[in-house]
């Protein structure tokens, strides 16, 4: 049977900082949700493309050419190969499609690193 998810219930079943968790699955890709505060690490991915939509708040994007200030109701896509570093000055909603196989820190491992991301 088919649901709707709620994304603010989802939000609400925790609190960590940098630990997506899954909340849905659409062909070969998860859709995450996480909480995020502070800086995040530089990394890339090799062969997977992200999309960031904030859902509160507000993400800053950083990469090397540049940031990227992305609002409440926007997305960014950060191609496969693009270094960036995710930063919220102020605690920040964000849901994350990417294709299963992405470990959230790419190239990069680190205390941050989560290989088991659970369900919400």
Request: with cysteine; proline share 4%; charged share 30%.
């Amino acid at each position: 049977m088919l649901e709707a998810v709620n994304i603010a219930q989802k939000l609400a079943k925790f609190d960590e900082h940098w630990s997506p968790r899954i909340a849905g699955e659409l062909n070969d890709c998860y859709i995450k949700l996480a909480r995020i505060k502070g800086e995040f690490v530089w990394h890339h991915h090799d062969d997977e493309d992200e999309l960031f939509l904030v859902i509160k708040g507000r993400l800053t994007m950083k990469l090397r050419d540049g940031d990227v200030e992305v609002g409440e109701g926007e997305f960014i896509i950060v191609p496969k190969g693009v270094e960036h570093k995710p930063v919220a000055e102020d605690e920040c909603h964000i849901m994350l499609l990417e294709p299963k196989t992405t470990l959230h820190t790419g190239n990069v491992e680190s205390e941050r690193t989560v290989t088991d991301q659970p369900w919400v």
